[in-house]
Nanobody, 134 residues
């Protein structure tokens, strides 16, 4: 069992920035595909971005392209994944979750399909709240 932990959420004004982190206690994430998802009140959870476990390739949904950036820490071996969120908008307000795909290919699948789904991600964190004020 891999317990993911998200951090970095908070309250920010429109146009501001946040950096979210996804890590796992006692495990390295460096070979897992990691996806970021979000869920706003009354809405279904939706994919935001992911990074592949194989080649480090990335995928972004259209509504965050050019504003969000995903990367993986390779220096310390933990494979912590970051989501850099810039030019935040009120509609970005949601609970943000990271999911881990142990087999590592879900992000490649998202790149081919043009959509990031949350099905078949193996482990999840508890989420971190992002609130963007107008």
């Amino acid at each position: 069992q891999v317990q993911l932990v998200e951090s970095g959420g908070g309250l920010v004004q429109s146009g501001g920035s946040l950096r979210l982190s996804c890590s796992a206690s006692g495990h390295t994430l460096k070979r897992f595909a990691i996806g970021w998802f979000r869920q706003a009140p009354g809405k279904k959870r939706e994919g935001v971005s992911c990074i592949s476990g194989e080649d480090g390739s990335t995928y972004y949904e259209d509504f965050v392209k050019g504003r969000f950036s995903i990367s993986r820490d390779k220096a310390n071996g933990t494979g912590t994944v970051y989501l850099y969120m810039n030019n935040l908008k009120p509609e970005d307000s949601a609970v943000y979750y990271c999911g881990a795909d142990v087999e590592g290919y879900r992000c490649l699948a998202a790149q081919r399909a043009g959509v990031l789904g949350d099905r078949d991600f193996d482990f999840w964190g508890q989420g971190t709240q992002v609130t963007v004020s107008s």
